[in-house]
DNA sequence: TAAGCTAACTCTGATTATGAGAGTTAAGAG
DNA sequence: CTCTTAACTCTCATAATCAGAGTTAGCTTA
């Protein structure tokens, strides 16, 4: 894992994908996720190697996202299990496999898992919601803006964005204007 | 990018990684859902390197995410803007932000970004929610079950998590014989 | 007219990660 | 005494990444 640049970032994404550490370890999240918790099963689950593997579960460890523990003595095996820290990550697995499921990325021609209410059994999504009313949010009415713990770079990402679209927008009235030139 | 292993896999959850690429690109996929647009912009947002930032616009462009298109001629420049299916992507960047924020990985003592509404001026987060109610639906009760699509290898990790949350749960109960034993 | 500048790259060479697979350890099973 | 299982570690060839230099084409400033 090359982490140089993700390191000293001021970036709750950058973060994240730093602490997960690559695709492999996001294939391992999901396993966890969905109940396993063998060096074994992760092995026969996602086709990792065991370099690839050993690695990334150390690193998802020193992350804190997973908690590696002993589940027998004589002899002594080992299994993995989220930590409370690691549980967050779940609804980051949820939407990347239903947009998987949308754009149709899964390799099957319908959904290979699904999402459900154990307690009804009905199908669960998810949506942007207002956080102060609990309303459902459009993705179309959603900006993203600079918050408290912004630093230099990210202002200048927010404001430079901001001058990207407004000259996009006057590059489309100049367009217009030339097509009603002619 | 070493894609052996993600190609051929029945996973929405691989089809999205493998299409995405690597960490990244999942900051250009920031920046491109902030509303930046140029090579410069992006290499000045994330510090990534040509080689890299190349490749990866690249791979966006060949997965359908990410779209390139001249904006001026004399000297010819281009841009990249999301496609209809790179837009897709923006709740999970989403997510993963907020997950960020939450376990304290931004770099930050508080969140760098957030996201409102642009109508409101509210701020926006996401909910898991009953599909067919609209319901908000709790992260305890959500269960995850081979869905339509699975092919043996998902509905043998489906039923193998099964048995092994039985294991641990067997081993749960032993244990708490052996304390009342003694 | 020449030297600088800008945007969007490509190229190079040293370093680091990955994939495939063989080997290790410790214990129980046949 | 050999086989099997679980959880790894080791090796080596190959591929990806980093840092930074170079390229191209048309401005712009002196």
Redesign the pocket.
């Given at each position: 894992?090359?982490?140089?640049?993700?390191d000293g970032m001021v970036c709750s994404i950058a973060g994240v994908m730093a602490a997960i550490?690559?695709r492999?370890a996001v294939l391992i999240l999901r396993d966890l996720l969905c109940g396993l918790?063998?060096?074994?099963?992760f092995?026969h689950s996602s086709?990792?190697?065991?370099?690839?593997?050993?690695?990334?579960?150390?690193h998802l460890e020193a992350n804190g996202l997973v908690e590696?523990r002993r589940?027998?003595?004589?002899?002594?095996?080992?299994?993995?299990v989220l930590t409370k820290n690691g549980w967050q990550i779940g609804p980051a697995i949820m939407v990347l496999a239903q947009i998987g499921d949308r754009l149709d990325l899964s390799g099957a021609s319908s959904p290979p898992m699904k999402f459900v209410n154990r307690k009804t059994g009905a199908e669960v999504g998810w949506s942007y919601i207002d956080r102060s009313t609990g309303e459902p949010v459009s993705a179309v009415d959603l900006a993203i803006e600079a918050g408290p713990g912004a630093d230099e770079l990210v202002h200048w990402r927010v404001s430079h964005a901001k001058a990207r679209r407004a000259e996009a927008k006057a590059r489309r009235a100049e367009a217009e204007a030339n097509r009603a030139e002619t």
């Open positions: 894992m090359r982490s140089k640049g993700f550490g690559d492999w918790s063998r060096y074994e099963d092995r086709g990792v190697t065991n370099a690839t593997l050993s690695d990334r579960l150390k590696r589940y027998q003595q004589k002899p002594e095996r080992f299994e993995y």
